[in-house]
């Protein structure tokens, strides 16, 4: 999920449909990766003409850049819990570092499934001007832009 600034007055949030990832834990040697794909097609705002609109060149590019990525390149713990991670971020063609927070970080066994797993909420925010996203700049979009991923992942 992202939000960003529209014109000053309001934030406009919008998502992604499609995602897969992979996040490894070695909670003993505290360490671990990240490694998560967008489908940048796959985006979805408050109108169809919007969608139409951030796909197009002005923005996601999705025609020549249909996924954008996340690896991390290490995991930040506090005691036993992963509380960051460090990595890069590749949009429209542009890799950058971008550092990760992690909050609620649980794990345990799936109340339904009883299949063991972990969650957590994933934040960060992103200049998009850095990976060339410019339009609307600074009067009708900010620069800013916040992004939330709650993840759950099951151990294979």
């Given at each position: 999920?992202?939000?960003?600034?529209?014109?000053?007055?309001?934030?406009?949030?919008?998502?992604?449909?499609?995602?897969?990832?992979?996040?490894?834990?070695?909670?003993?040697?505290?360490?671990?990766?990240?490694?998560?794909?967008?489908?940048?097609?796959s985006?979805r705002?408050?109108?169809?003409?919007?969608?139409?609109?951030?796909?197009?060149?002005?923005?996601?590019?999705?025609?020549?850049?249909?996924?954008?990525?996340?690896?991390?390149?290490?995991?930040?713990?506090?005691?036993?819990?992963?509380?960051?991670?460090?990595?890069?971020?590749?949009?429209?063609?542009?890799?950058?570092?971008?550092?990760?927070?992690?909050?609620?970080?649980?794990?345990?066994?799936?109340p339904?499934?009883r299949?063991?797993?972990?969650?957590?909420?994933?934040?960060?925010?992103?200049?998009?001007?850095?990976?060339?996203?410019?339009?609307?700049?600074?009067?009708?979009?900010?620069?800013?832009?916040?992004?939330?991923?709650?993840?759950?992942?099951?151990?294979?």
């Amino acid at each position: 999920m992202f939000e960003i600034r529209h014109m000053g007055f309001s934030l406009q949030h919008g998502s992604f449909a499609k995602a897969t990832g992979k996040v490894t834990l070695d909670r003993v040697a505290k360490k671990g990766a990240i490694d998560v794909t967008i489908d940048t097609a796959s985006i979805r705002t408050i109108d169809p003409r919007l969608d139409a609109h951030v796909k197009g060149e002005d923005f996601f590019n999705v025609a020549k850049y249909p996924t954008m990525t996340f690896k991390s390149s290490d995991l930040i713990y506090e005691g036993d819990r992963v509380v960051g991670a460090e990595g890069e971020l590749t949009m429209v063609g542009v890799t950058k570092p971008v550092s990760l927070k992690v909050a609620n970080f649980v794990c345990g066994d799936h109340p339904m499934n009883r299949k063991a797993m972990c969650g957590a909420e994933v934040t960060t925010t992103i200049k998009r001007s850095e990976w060339g996203m410019n339009y609307g700049i600074p009067k009708a979009l900010g620069d800013e832009v916040r992004i939330t991923i709650p993840v759950e992942a099951y151990r294979e």
